[in-house]
């Protein structure tokens, strides 16, 4: 493992991949704690926050070029915002099987299979991990 290929990328690759392992640790944490507690609340926003910096500097990043400068990725970070207020509003209209099911779409799918994508050869993390 060497973090050389993370330390040489670009600003907003490293802005990137600190958010989505930052926030890959609170939601894992999330999971832990009691549903509707302060605890959960507060945890939960700084997910969100996490989220969105996450696909937010997704659009500064453009390694893989189908359409222009973009790639199916930036559909899954605009889906992402998207359901991101999805969620919150569910939460805060007391609709909560659509927030959890959600929030539980959005990090199933949105950070740990998109993640996965990034371990494949000639990606950078796979080349921060198995080099």
Do not use: C, D, N
């Amino acid at each position: 493992m060497t973090l050389e290929p993370l330390l040489s990328a670009s600003p907003a690759i490293q802005i990137h991949t600190v958010a989505a392992l930052l926030a890959l640790g609170l939601g894992l944490g999330q999971f832990t704690l009691k549903r509707g507690s302060v605890p959960h609340r507060l945890v939960g926003w700084g997910w969100v926050l996490l989220m969105v910096v996450t696909a937010g500097s997704s659009f500064f990043i453009h390694q893989i070029r189908l359409v222009g400068l973009w790639s199916p990725i930036h559909l899954l970070s605009v889906y992402t915002l998207i359901m991101l207020v999805v969620a919150v509003h569910a939460a805060r209209t007391h609709r909560v099987l659509t927030h959890r099911y959600t929030m539980i779409s959005l990090f199933v799918f949105a950070l740990i299979g998109a993640g996965a994508f990034t371990l494949l050869p000639g990606r950078l993390m796979h080349a921060v991990l198995f080099s």
